[in-house]
Nanobody, 120 residues
Framework: QVQLVESGGGMVQAGDSLRLSCAFS????????MGWFRQTPGKERIFVAG????????YYGDSGKGRFTISRDNAKNTVYLQMDSLKPEDTGIYYC?????????????WGQGTQVTVSS
């Protein structure tokens, strides 16, 4: 059974930084592409960033491009999202996702989410 547990969310001010972590438990972490999504009330979950199974390729949604950095440590079964220069519009619940047999549109596994609140 794959489980994803996010951590690192919190309340910060505009311009601050946060680093989110997602701990993967289960088998074969290194065979999954991993990603981060954000959801706000009444809106669909949107893609924020993704990283290939080996870490060689990264992908970013428009919202975080240039400010967010996704990385992974396959030895620790963990994926990270470094968020810099945070803006109020970055506020939302951030979900970790694992993709192997599916796609970014419908990941195989989701975490429970961690709240990020950015005040102006």
């Amino acid at each position: 059974q794959v489980q994803l547990v996010e951590s690192g969310g919190g309340m910060v001010q505009a311009g601050d930084s946060l680093r989110l972590s997602c701990a993967f438990s289960g088998l074969a972490f290194a065979t999954y592409a991993m990603g981060w999504f954000r959801q706000t009330p009444g809106k669909e979950r949107i893609f924020v960033a993704g990283i290939s199974w080996g870490g060689g390729n990264t992908y970013y949604g428009d919202s975080g491009k240039g400010r967010f950095t996704i990385s992974r440590d396959n030895a620790k079964n963990t994926v990270y999202l470094q968020m810099d220069s945070l803006k109020p519009e970055d506020t939302g619940i951030y979900y970790c996702a694992a993709v192997r047999a599916s796609s970014w549109q419908s990941p195989d596994h989701w975490g429970q989410g961690t709240q990020v609140t950015v005040s102006s």
